[in-house]
């Protein structure tokens, strides 16, 4: 169904492709006033996200922009043969405080609401008219709390923050739970660019689409500085018994960075499994 949708939108008009950079038509319209997020001296906005696995798999994430402000993010995966797994685009209407995602299985339209300083606290699914998330701040701007609602199920999303690091999160939802928590050795750099730190925690939309709303500014502050090592633990039943927070359960990869001249990551990789690293383009 979305192929022969495409197909047909291809015949009308040539301009408009599954994976383009055009306005998607939209109906949706409301009274909204948009804040945009503020950021720090030295910031830089992501243009591109590669991943790439010493598999051969690849996935490529390209952000757009309207002057300033994060306009779309396309979203391409492939397999270690280089065949595509899916593909997704992104777009953002800042006068109608909308999100229309172009997916491979079902189109979905998001409104928002912001705070203060721009960070989105709420996003409701248009579709279904339900509240799709609920996010809570600090006073910086650090988002603490995190309620990702469907019909089936409710995952909250809890974040600790210290002096601007951030130093773990814990995600709780029927019959799982995972968790990441992050050191700082000696010599963690600054995170000069504002980018997303590794394995952080993703909801409604994907990996790659929530690093760069962070780096844009949309989903509040990013860590002050860049982790030399995270503990991560497996997502589990409850059913099965046990627990996940002893340390001891959990598993220690260390970060290494490449920074340019002036101190930005070029890329980083760790020793996870399968061996992987990530690159970023800034505008």
């Known amino acids: 169904m979305k192929l022969t949708k495409y197909l047909l939108i291809a015949l009308v008009a040539i301009t408009m492709t599954s994976c383009g950079e055009d306005e998607p038509t939209n109906?949706?319209?409301?009274?909204?006033?948009m804040i945009f997020p503020q950021h720090a001296a030295g910031h830089k906005m992501i243009s591109k996200i590669e991943r790439?696995?010493?598999?051969?798999?690849?996935?490529v994430a390209t952000a757009n922009y309207d002057g300033d402000?994060?306009?779309?993010?396309?979203?391409?995966n492939r397999d270690k043969y280089g065949d595509l797994l899916n593909e997704e685009t992104i777009h953002f209407d800042y006068n109608n405080g909308a999100i229309f995602c172009d997916k491979s299985i079902q189109d979905v339209t998001y409104?928002?609401?912001?705070?203060?300083?721009?960070?989105?606290?709420?996003l409701?699914?248009?579709?279904?008219?339900?509240t799709a998330a609920s996010l809570t701040y600090s006073n910086n701007n650090e988002i603490?709390?995190?309620?990702?609602i469907s019909p089936s199920?409710?995952?909250?999303?809890?974040?600790?923050?210290?002096s601007g690091k951030l130093m773990n999160w814990v995600s709780t939802g029927v019959n799982k739970k995972d968790s990441v928590a992050y050191e700082y050795g000696e010599g963690a750099p600054l995170n000069k660019g504002g980018i997303d730190i590794v394995a952080n925690d993703s909801f409604t939309f994907t990996v790659f689409v929530c690093a760069i709303m962070r780096n844009a500014g949309l989903f509040g502050a990013t860590s002050a500085y860049l982790p030399t090592a995270f503990k991560k633990a497996i997502d589990y039943s409850q059913e099965g018994g046990g627990s996940q927070t002893e340390d001891s359960q959990l598993k220690r990869y260390d970060i290494s960075y490449v920074l340019d001249s002036e101190g930005y990551v070029k890329s980083y990789t760790t020793n996870e499994s399968p061996a992987y690293?990530?690159?970023?383009?800034?505008?």
Do not use: C, M, P
């Not at 109906?27 to 006033?33: G, I, K, L, S, V």
């Not at 409104?111 to 709420?122: D, K, M, Q, Y």
């Not at 603490?144 to 990702?148: G, S, T």
């Not at 690293?277 to 505008?283: A, P």
């Open 111 to 122: 409104s928002f609401e912001v705070n203060s300083l721009g960070a989105i606290t709420r």
């Open 69 to 76: 402000h994060l306009k779309s993010v396309n979203v391409v």
């Open 52 to 59: 790439k696995y010493t598999n051969g798999a690849l996935s």
């Open 144 to 148: 603490e709390i995190a309620q990702i």
């Open 124 to 130: 409701k699914n248009e579709t279904t008219s339900r």
């Open 153 to 162: 199920s409710s995952d909250v999303t809890k974040v600790v923050w210290d």
């Open 27 to 33: 109906t949706f319209t409301r009274d909204f006033t």
């Open 277 to 283: 690293s990530v690159s970023f383009t800034y505008r």
